[in-house]
C-alpha cells in the first residue's frame, strides 16, 4: 500500500474493517516507529462518514497542517485512522471539491454514493441496483414504498422479526432491550413524507424564505410557497441515508471499543512516556469515545479527547437521564478514563445534527408519532446531539465560546463544551456545516485540550 500524501511527519495510518480488527503491518509499524522518532505527544484522528481511505487522508491532511506551526517545538506524531464508513456524495464539504455528479439535484443515487454503498456493504450489488432503480424511477404507488423500506433494512441488515440485535444505542434504560430504530421497521411511507418535510424546512430555512413564528403564515405554508409540496421520494433518499447512518454509527462503536481502545493499550506497554490524543468528527467522535470504554484497565495515556461535530446523543456521558431517571447514557463515567479533558466542539450551523439527527432519533423510538420538527430547534430535546449542542446533564461541565476557550486554560479534567459556532459555519443542505472543520482555531483547541506546548 503506497504511502499517504499527508503534509506532516511523523505520520501513521491505521486501517480498521468492520469488526474493529487493525492492518497488521501497519500497527506493528506505528508501535516499532514511534518511540524511535521520540514522540512525545500522538494526535490520533478519526473520520467521520468518508467513503474511502483517499478522501480520509485529505481531511487529515488539511486538519493536521496547521499544527507544526502552532507548536513548533513539541515533539509530536500524527496517526490518521481509516475505517469502513461511507459519506453520500451529494452532501457538500466546505473547500473540498464536488464532482459534477455530486451537484444532481434529486432523489436518484449519484455515482459516487452508490459506489460507497458497494464498498460499505460488500456482496449486496442486487439490493444497492434495486434501491437505485427505485429512487430514480419514483413509482406513485404506496406498496412501492414498502418494497423500498423492505430493500433498505436488508441493505443494512436491520430485521423487523430479530429487534434487539442491530442498533447501538447512546442512552440505555435499566428495563428492557436495545432495538432496532422503529422508523425502518414501521409505516415506509410515512417516515419518507416527515423526511420529505423535514428536508423541504431546512432548504427553505437556509434560503431565508420564511421566518418560524413571524406573519400569519404557517411553517409548512412557507415551504409550499418556496419549494412546492415536499416530495416523498426525496424523504425516501434520506431514509437510505438515514439507514446507513444507523449502521455505521454501530460499526464506529464497535472499531472504537474492540480496535483502538486495545491499541491505545498496546501503545502505553511499548512506549510508557507517550501521550495520546484522540480527536474525531461526526461518527468518529463516536469511535474514539467508545475507545475509551475499549482501553485495558489501568491504561492512563489518553491526555485528551476533542470530539468535532460527534454525531451521537448529548446525553452520552451521563449518569441519569433528565428525562428518565432509569437510565444513562451507554458511556456515562467513560470521561473518567481519560488523563485530562473530554472537550466537545459545536455549532448551531450544523444542520444535519440540529434537524435531521434530532427527528431521525425521535422517530426511531416512535415510528407513530407525529414529529414536530421545530421541537429540536426551539426546545431542545432528549433527541439531541454532541454536535449541536455538546454535552448535557453531566455534573461540572464547563462551557465557553470558542474565542474565550483560545485565551483561557481549559479545565485538565471533565467535560468541557466550546461553541464553535464562529468558524463552523458553512455547508449547503441537507448536512450544513457538519463537514466545516479544518480551522486553525480548532487545531489550537485540540493543542489546548491535550497540554502540548
Sequence with gaps: MAEPEVGVTPYWELTFDADGDVNA????????????????????????????RSGATRLYSRFFEPFPGLAPNARLGFVGVVWPS?????????????????????????????????DVFPGRATLVDQIARMLDQQPDEEAALEE??????????????????????????????????????????????????????????????????????TRAEGVQASFGL????????????????FAMKRRAGTVGERGLGPLAGRLAQVAPGLRVHLVGHSFGGRLVSFALRGLPRGVRNVKSVTLLQAAFSHYAFAARLPHDARGKGVLHGQQDRVDGPLVCCFSRFDSAL???YPMASRMAGDSNSAVDLRLPRLLGSKWGALGFDGVQAVTGTKAFKLADALRAKLPVSGCVNIDASAVVKRGGAPSGAHSDICHRELAQVVLAAGRIR
Design 230 to 245: 415536499p416530495r416523498v421520494w426525496d424523504g425516501a433518499h434520506e431514509l437510505l441515508r438515514q439507514a446507513t447512518y
Design 86 to 118: 461511507m459519506r453520500f456524495s451529494d452532501e457538500p464539504i466546505p473547500d473540498f471539491e464536488r464532482t459534477v455528479t455530486a451537484a444532481t439535484v434529486g432523489p436518484a443515487l449519484d455515482k459516487g454514493t452508490r459506489g460507497g454503498l458497494l
Design 354 to 356: 440540529g434537524t435531521i
Design 148 to 217: 423500498y423500506g423492505r430493500l433498505v433494512r436488508l441493505l443494512v441488515e436491520l430485521h423487523p422479526e430479530a429487534p434487539g440485535t442491530a442498533f447501538a444505542a447512546d442512552t440505555v434504560a435499566a428495563a428492557g432491550p436495545q432495538c432496532d430504530p422503529e422508523m425502518f421497521l414501521g409505516d415506509t411511507a410515512q417516515m419518507c413524507r416527515e423526511f420529505a418535510r423535514a428536508l423541504a424546512e431546512e432548504r427553505a430555512g437556509a434560503d431565508g424564505e420564511f421566518v418560524v413564528g413571524v406573519g400569519t403564515g
Design 25 to 52: 503491518g501497519q500497527r506493528d509499524r506505528l508501535l516499532k516507529e514511534a518511540p524511535e522518532w521520540g514522540v512525545k505527544d500522538l494526535i490520533v484522528f478519526a473520520h467521520g462518514w468518508n467513503s474511502d
